[in-house]
């Protein structure tokens, strides 16, 4: 067999979205956004959300309309993928990296309070492969700092905290529709809100700055001539991406069951393993499983990368688990220790899951896992 590591679930009604969205003229931003904004934001259970580029693009304007600035400190954790810290650089200010639970891949109140200093203004934990984090604690920690709250949700859409889906708990919440996540729009993301002057500037803040969006000029029976009260950035989503995103979330449904379906057959062949360690979901947690990692422990004789070299011959895309930003080159003059991120961006693995994957295709990743631990 050859599995990949994922798959985008589009057919022909994405296909023909976007044919309708180019043979309407309007290719850019227009009504199109703007329904998939509405549509997302009833999804999700909040009062407005602003449709972007990408989560990069959606965390950075979040962190500017949030008053983020240079001299800031953001606390992010380490087990990101490094566009958390990226859009912190972006906006001026220096991440402060955080580490996590080891069971569940998220930062916590108490990781994040051993990382705040007099400098922090804001904390941006990350819903790691869509994994929820306990965001109550960490809630009340910026209420008693004073520090701003921005969920990195990039890989969260359709899960849930205590039965409310995330993206709905009155925080801003910044999603990617990267072709990896659980719905796509090629490239994309979107940021969610509860309050309306955010939202408002938000929406200036990714067309350049300007005073009123192209629907409004358009449409108008008069002359509008726009200002630029502020420097922003062109962070539009198209048209065409949203006629695919409207199709998309309306497949949430059946993307989430088929994940979870899969994610169960995984854990029922994985857990017992003495060499392995499956996630563990709290009970606070729905899991969207965007993605599906697994830790290859101290006591395997083969190595994270020797079995993910071994799945690879035989026609299994995996990838390493979660970098550990704080290692890497652009990163390293920052000085930090972070002993769980550290083993674990060694020793997991992410497998493959998607919503077109057979269960037969699941019972070979986990033949070929099994076969490769013993014949070391």
């Not at 006591?299 to 895309?317: C, K, N, P, T, V």
Request: with cysteine.
């Amino acid at each position: 067999m050859n599995i990949p590591i994922a798959k985008p679930f589009l057919g022909p009604e994405e296909e023909e979205a976007a044919v309708r969205a180019i043979r309407s003229g309007w290719v850019s931003q227009g009504p199109l956004v703007k329904e998939f904004e509405e549509r997302f934001a009833e999804y999700v259970g909040a009062k407005y959300a602003i449709a972007t580029t990408s989560c990069t693009t959606a965390l950075h304007s979040a962190l500017v309309v949030s008053g983020i600035g240079p001299g800031d400190e953001v606390v992010v954790p380490s087990l990101s993928f490094i566009a958390t810290a990226n859009a912190v650089v972006h906006a001026g200010a220096v991440p402060v990296f955080a580490d996590i639970d080891p069971e569940t891949c998220n930062v916590t109140a108490e990781t994040i309070q051993k990382a705040i200093t007099r400098k922090t203004r804001a904390v941006m934990p990350v819903h790691q492969m869509g994994l929820p984090v306990d965001l109550d604690p960490i809630a009340d920690l910026c209420r008693e700092r004073g520090l701003k709250l921005i969920e990195d949700a990039a890989c969260a859409i359709g899960s849930e905290y205590k039965g409310k889906r995330i993206g709905g708990h009155g925080n801003i919440a910044c999603f990617s529709f990267h072709p990896r996540k659980i719905i796509t729009t090629g490239e994309g993301g979107m940021i969610t809100t509860d309050d309306s002057e955010q939202a408002a500037r938000l929406r200036r803040f990714r067309h350049h700055g300007m005073s009123v969006s192209d629907i409004e000029r358009h449409t108008a029976d008069r002359i509008i001539i726009e200002t630029y009260p502020e420097i922003g950035y062109n962070y539009r989503m198209t048209d065409i991406q949203a006629a695919i995103g409207i199709i998309q979330l309306g497949k949430m449904p059946v993307i989430l069951l088929r994940r979870r379906e899969l994610a169960r057959a995984y854990d029922k062949g994985l857990a017992d393993h003495p060499c392995l360690r499956v996630p563990r979901v709290p009970e606070y947690a729905f899991h969207n499983y965007q993605s599906y990692w697994l830790e290859i422990l101290c006591s395997s004789s083969i190595s994270r990368d020797e079995l993910m070299q071994a799945l690879l011959d035989r026609g299994i895309a995996t990838r390493r688990g979660i970098m550990a930003i704080h290692l890497e080159k652009c990163y390293e003059a920052i000085r930090v220790s972070l002993p769980d991120t550290e083993r674990l961006t060694r020793s997991a693995v992410l497998l493959p899951i998607f919503p077109d994957m057979k269960l037969e295709q699941v019972e070979y990743v986990l033949q070929c896992i099994k076969g490769s631990l013993l014949a070391v």
